[in-house]
C-alpha cells in the first residue's frame, strides 16, 4: 500500500487545518496513525486510529486534533485546530501499525509527508 499525504500549508497561530492520507488500497483491517518531524528533532507520534475507529492522540494535541478515517475512500484525515507554533513540522501518515501504535517501527508503510508551518 502507498500512502499520499496532502494538505499541509503556511497557517496563522490559532487556525486550522485538514491533513488528508489517501491509500492506494484497502486499508479497513489497518491501524493508521500520523506523526510529524521538526527539523533538528526525531519523528514524533501525534495520533493513532484503530481499525475499529478508536482514536488515541499524543498530550500534546489532545482536545485540538482529531484522526479520523473513512474506508470508503481509504483515507485518513488529521483535523488540526488552534494550532500553535510548535505543532509546524513535516506530518507523515503511516499503516498497519500493531500493538506500539505510538511508535514509529511498529508501522509497515509511510507517505512521503505534507509540510505544515504555522506563524506567530
Known amino acids: 500500500v502507498q500512502l499520499q499525504a496532502s494538505g499541509g500549508g503556511l497557517v496563522q497561530a490559532g487556525g486550522s487545518l485538514r491533513l488528508s492520507c489517501a491509500a492506494s488500497?484497502?486499508?479497513?483491517?489497518?491501524?493508521m496513525g500520523w506523526f510529524r518531524q521538526a527539523p533538528g528533532k526525531e519523528r514524533e507520534y501525534v495520533a493513532a486510529i484503530l481499525w475499529i475507529g478508536t482514536p488515541y492522540y499524543s498530550d500534546s494535541v489532545k482536545s485540538r486534533f482529531t484522526i479520523s478515517r473513512d474506508d470508503t475512500r481509504n483515507t485518513v484525515y488529521l483535523q488540526m485546530n488552534n494550532l500553535k507554533p510548535e505543532d509546524a513540522a513535516v506530518y507523515y501518515c503511516a499503516g498497519n501499525g500493531g500493538s506500539y501504535y505510538y511508535t514509529p517501527d511498529d508501522y509497515d508503510y509511510w507517505g512521503q509527508g505534507t509540510l505544515v508551518t504555522v506563524s506567530s
Open positions: 488500497g484497502r486499508i479497513r483491517s489497518h491501524t
